[in-house]
């Protein structure tokens, strides 16, 4: 994105509303500055408090909140009768990340956000394994059927196959797991992150310019691979780092492994204009296309970068700067006269996960950079995202004059943790 291009953005804002289009976003009439810029329908933090709110007063049953146990959930929180698939490990993984880090922003002043962390983590351990054989055995499942106690064996939905579960996912749950491990002391979580690590690491393969190190879906009895790419190599980096952290040394070799195919070859897939982004299939539950670029992937990989820098990559500026380029040129277009981020190539609409992504990552790369245009581009993108919250603070999966009510990742799971980073880059945004 550059300067011109964030111009227009303001400039057809300027235009729909000085032609007085009647526009809704969401239950909410947008208002706008006299230089066409969108305006919060309320504060930052207001909109987080009220979200917050809403999940804590969800109703708790066989052990669990009911947003823990099913994807497609109606606001008055019962299930979507003709949606059972569910994700439990993407879901409740960035749920478990989104709940730390509020339970740490609001300085652990809520002791309830900490145990619907931990019902989320329980959750993972106790009901979403695959069995205790086959090549990837009692790993986090990717797919399954909503309020299931525990998931059956073949119960792969959305577009997995009945016995195939996605290696990413199983890292982005064992990450948080690691996590939540940190902050309460309870070795379950951890073992199952340190098992998630060596399986993966037993089914690792050298990548190369097809080939990422796991195949995006495998059966997980026999170990066919199903996509020879899989997008987010981000959370296997940060289990793997984690684990390293956390006194286990032996995922130092795998993680070097990784790190070096990041860089010899996802990065350099998209380093100019003229990549097509080729290593950046393939990434989310309900698609299988082989050429279906995401953005959630680069973004946070872009993350990672900024939050660790040189400690990391002595390149993490340009790096990050390649990757949100990427988006920029790839996913981003323009609604109610907002540069927003589409999910996928299959699908750019600005879903939840995706477009707060996108906010928090521009704002952490201003914050790091000094750049204003991206301040401002974070700003309308994170404001445009937040009138998805109604006043009582449900929120809608996918935000725009096309609501959606469902997706709880999209909701609420893969979004209060952007809203977090985007205030600590900017609290001023509160």
Request: with cysteine.
């Amino acid at each position: 994105m550059n300067s011109r291009f964030a111009l227009s953005c303001i400039a057809s804002t300027f235009l729909a509303c000085s032609a007085g289009a009647q526009i809704t976003i969401d239950n909410h009439p947008p208002t706008y500055s006299t230089e066409g810029i969108l305006q919060p329908w309320t504060s930052f933090g207001d909109a987080l408090e009220r979200e917050m709110g809403y999940y804590l007063r969800c109703p708790i049953e066989h052990g669990y909140p009911r947003f823990v146990v099913m994807t497609f959930m109606n606001k008055d929180y019962t299930a979507f009768p003709h949606r059972s698939n569910f994700i439990p490990a993407m879901q409740n993984g960035m749920g478990i990340i989104s709940y730390l880090k509020y339970y740490k922003f609001t300085d652990k002043k809520h002791p309830e956000v900490l145990r619907f962390a931990q019902y989320m983590g329980d959750y993972l351990v106790n009901e979403s394994l695959t069995p205790d054989t086959g090549h990837y055995p009692r790993f986090l499942r990717s797919t399954g059927i909503s309020e299931r106690y525990p998931q059956p064996d073949d119960a792969g939905s959305q577009a997995d196959h009945q016995y195939e579960i996605q290696p990413d996912k199983g890292a982005i749950a064992g990450y948080a797991l690691a996590l939540l491990y940190q902050e309460t002391g309870d070795h379950r979580y951890l073992d199952m992150a340190v098992h998630v690590a060596e399986v993966r690491v037993k089914n690792m393969q050298p990548g190369d310019a097809t080939h990422s190190p796991w195949p995006f879906r495998v059966d997980y009895r026999t170990g066919e691979g199903r996509g020879p790419i899989s997008a987010d190599m981000s959370f296997p980096l940060r289990l793997f780092d984690k684990l390293i952290e956390l006194k286990h040394p032996e995922f130092a070799t795998p993680r070097a492994q990784l790190w070096k195919w990041i860089v010899d070859f996802q990065i350099r897939s998209i380093e100019d204009e003229q990549s097509t982004g080729s290593l950046w299939v393939q990434f989310f539950e309900d698609h299988a296309e082989p050429n279906n670029r995401n953005s959630w992937s680069p973004l946070n990989l872009a993350r990672y970068l900024l939050e660790r820098k040189d400690a990391i990559d002595p390149e993490w500026k340009q790096h990050a700067k390649t990757l949100i380029d990427f988006v920029n040129r790839t996913f981003t277009h323009v609604v109610c006269g907002v540069a927003i981020c589409g999910e996928q190539d299959s699908d750019h609409n600005p879903w939840g996960g995706a477009n707060t992504t996108y906010a928090a990552v521009l704002a952490m790369y201003a914050a790091e950079t000094g750049s204003d245009e991206y301040k401002l581009v974070a700003h309308q993108a994170m404001t445009f995202a937040l009138y998805a919250i109604e006043d009582d603070g449900h929120p809608f999966g996918i935000m725009g004059p096309q609501r959606n009510d469902s997706w709880q990742e999209d909701s609420h799971t893969d979004v209060v943790h952007n809203i977090v980073d985007t205030l600590q880059a900017f609290p001023e945004w509160r």
